[in-house]
């Protein structure tokens, strides 16, 4: 399925002498079409976690309607992602909006930032698939929109924070080790003057609040254990 839509995503590129105009391979800007084009999964009011999903649900259809692609900071070979690390420090997300238009685009910004829920079987705090919101502070450095020239580029810097008070309501509903960051940082298009609007993009972002070796890699119990007895 994914080599199919790459296969056509690269004859694309290759028609539309993208690969010449952007100064990217054809499989680099593939990748970032692709990934950044991508339809997020959602479960309700938030999306599946990225851990399950990815980018999201690649579609030709964005991908050919996009007016602009994304590259993001210290990802190779055009991925569209951002590696949050691990620590209880602010986080930061560079990327670049490129238009590929002869006129200039402007993006409103936003994100959804989340980490797995907890239910309690038998009073013990366990981790679900099923995701909730969390509260972080989530900054843009050009304001809540960014504007790119025609066939110009724009850079933008995600600032995200975790509270203390926010660390410690979660290590009180049991995440005494720390927790998963994950969601997107949107990108959608706004209408120009006769309504039209291409595709709009979206950056995965995964990481993890705390120390990743202060847990455990041996459970203290078994699951079964927990949901059977």
Known sequence: ??????????????DKGLSDMTGMSRRALAQSLLMSTAEVIMEGELPYSVRNQGA??????NVILADS????????????????????????????????????????LSAQIMTPGVTEIDGHALATDQMMELPADV????????????????????TIA???ETADEMAKKGFTNG???????????????????????????LGWYGNWSDPSM?????HIDFAYN
């Open 139 to 158: 900054t843009f450095s050009t304001g809540d929109t960014v504007t790119v020239p025609a066939k110009g580029s724009a850079e933008v810097t995600v």
């Open 162 to 164: 975790v509270s203390d």
């Open 179 to 205: 927790f998963y960051i994950e969601g997107f940082v949107y990108a959608e298009p706004v209408a120009d003057g006769e309504g039209a609007v291409g595709s709009a993009h979206s950056i995965p972002m």
């Open 56 to 61: 999201g649900l690649a579609s030709i259809e």
């Open 1 to 14: 399925h994914v080599a199919g839509l790459t296969a056509l995503v690269s004859q694309y590129i290759e």
């Open 69 to 108: 692609y994304i590259t993001v900071d210290g990802q190779p070979d055009g991925k569209v992602k951002a590696e949050l690390g691990h620590g209880t420090g602010e986080r930061k997300i560079k990327f670049t909006v490129n238009n590929l238009t002869d006129s200039e685009q402007t993006y409103q």
């Open 218 to 222: 041996y459970e203290a119990n078994e």
